[in-house]
């Protein structure tokens, strides 16, 4: 462990030794409370060189999942029920080649689909793992999984109900399951698609292309029919244009984003600035509802007028937050160890 984390881990061990509340009020309201919060954080480690997860999702504070890298490849789902974390690897059905997760997302206790790589062992030299896509669905207290030996690893996922619901791999392709089929939309430029986002019935998704002289992130747009590019960002030697931000996020049936300088709402057309030189993961419930958090700025909360900083919240890499009317969990990560910030309301 470098120094950088062992300082981390230090700090953070000392966090827990306290009961971290977050008394301070404004007057400014959310959904009826001010913004006092009893913060906490644990600890995900199973013990092996890396617990790394990455994605986060619940349907409720007793009822939320995270998923991500674990060394061991086995300890790599998370569960907790209100009181504590445990790990739930074991409950998906054993298959013939290794498996891993990259994100999750639902719709309630009953439905929600995770999502990764299905690793085979290549015996032809050099033996190596090849991925395809997987996807492993719970629904009503049934597993289900499906590997798409016509995609590769997956790492975005939006879903729109149960019956429908998007994908995208880290080579060019984008899937959609609906009524019970896959189909793929194939792209001839090479993208890793990292982020899907549905609003209503439009979908929209971003992707990242490393060219020869040339980084390029894009927003797509699906409307019912076909992919359409409608923005780029690019940066060269030559010229650096941000034009949208590459992290979007459907919260209350609007679209958000946060960019490297800015955190902003999709209006129309154009994007509005609602964080000047903030940027970090971001996820909410509803436009007076949304929280931040960044390892420059550590947690802050917008409540439709202004952004609030939680003082005594430690700044640490956030990967995902989830959000819910009384609560919040920020999902972290110092490289070896992850850590969830918990926030109850008082």
């Known amino acids: 462990m470098n120094n950088r984390n062992r300082i981390l881990s230090i700090f953070i061990t000392s966090f827990l030794t306290i009961c971290c509340n977050t008394t301070e009020s404004t007057n400014d309201k ?71 997760y990259s994100v999750i997302a639902g719709i309630d206790s009953d439905y929600f689909v995770l999502a990764g790589s299905a690793n085979f062992l290549n015996n032809n030299p050099p033996p190596n ?21 016509n995609s590769f690893g997956i790492y975005s996922l939006t879903i729109i109900s149960k019956n429908d619901f998007w994908v995208g791999d880290r080579n060019s392709n ?21 982020g899907l986002v549905a609003i209503n019935s439009d979908v929209y998704a971003t992707a990242h292309s490393e060219k020869q002289t040339a980084s390029v992130d894009y927003l797509l747009l699906f409307q019912g029919v076909s992919w359409t590019i409608i923005d780029s960002n690019i940066t060269s030697g030559q ?29 129309g057309n154009a994007w509005v600035v609602i964080g000047e030189n903030l940027y970090g993961q ?17 947690v802050m909360h917008y409540n439709g007028k202004n952004w609030y900083k939680f003082n005594e919240v430690p700044h640490l890499n956030y990967f995902d937050i989830v959000v819910f009317d009384d609560s919040v969990f920020l999902l972290a990560t110092d490289g070896i160890k992850s850590y969830i910030v918990k926030g109850f309301k008082q």
């Open 129 to 149: 793992f090849l991925d395809s896509g997987l996807v492993i669905k719970f629904e009503n207290g049934i597993w289900s999984t499906t590997y798409l030996n």
């Open 174 to 194: 984008l899937l959609h399951y609906y009524n019970n089929e896959w189909k793929k939309y194939s792209f001839s430029q090479k993208m890793f698609f990292n």
């Open 239 to 267: 010229i650096i244009r941000n034009s949208f931000p590459s992290l979007i996020k459907n919260i209350g049936g609007q679209l958000y984003g946060s960019s490297d300088i800015e955190v902003v709402k999709k209006e």
């Open 30 to 100: 959310i959904d009826g409370g001010e913004r006092n919060y009893i913060w906490s954080i644990d600890t995900i480690y199973s013990g092996s060189s890396q617990t790394y997860m990455t994605s986060i999702w619940g349907s409720s504070k007793s009822n939320v999942w995270i998923c991500g890298h674990e060394a061991n490849n086995t300890t790599n789902i998370y569960y907790y029920d209100g009181h504590k974390w445990e790990a739930k690897s074991n409950i998906i059905p054993p298959t013939n080649f290794q498996k891993s």
């Open 282 to 298: 971001i996820n909410g419930t509803n436009a007076n509802n949304i929280f931040l958090g960044s390892q420059d700025f550590g």
